[in-house]
């Protein structure tokens, strides 16, 4: 689908790692709840943090952008890694964000870049997809 309503109707899920609508066939329900309980994650409106957005709404998918945390950004791409590799392994799909390599070019950069002084500072905007499965 093109917009939240169209992907709920199609039985897609949002997933919050990758913040997309994926369909059920390359949506990873245990890795989504490994993240979740992995750190106290946080979602905020602007990127000064001061309009935060709870889980629930997060969960919803219905906002299209929103910023987080550096260490979120690093950790997504950790949570990307993993998803693939377990799709991998387990003769799943993956979707089509995780597949592309500018992806995973990207997060090698990002993880092997220098870190801020706090890793909690609000510096990475993400932004809603929809995305099919891949391979």
Request: charged content about 20%.
């Amino acid at each position: 689908g093109a917009t939240a309503s169209e992907a709920r109707s199609f039985g897609c899920r949002f997933d919050v790692m990758s913040f997309s609508w994926l369909p059920p066939a390359c949506y990873d329900d245990l890795l989504v709840n490994d993240f979740l309980a992995s750190e106290p994650w946080e979602w905020f409106l602007d990127p000064l943090g001061t309009q935060p957005v709870p889980l629930e709404t997060v969960q919803k998918g219905d906002v299209a952008q929103m910023y987080v945390s550096w260490r979120y950004h690093k950790v997504h791409c950790v949570f990307m890694w993993k998803k693939m590799h377990r799709a991998l392994e387990n003769g799943h799909i993956i979707d089509a964000y995780i597949i592309n390599y500018n992806h995973t070019n990207h997060c090698s950069n990002m993880l092997i870049m220098t870190e801020p002084a706090r890793s909690s500072s609000i510096q990475t905007i993400i932004r809603r997809k929809f995305v099919g499965c891949g391979v």
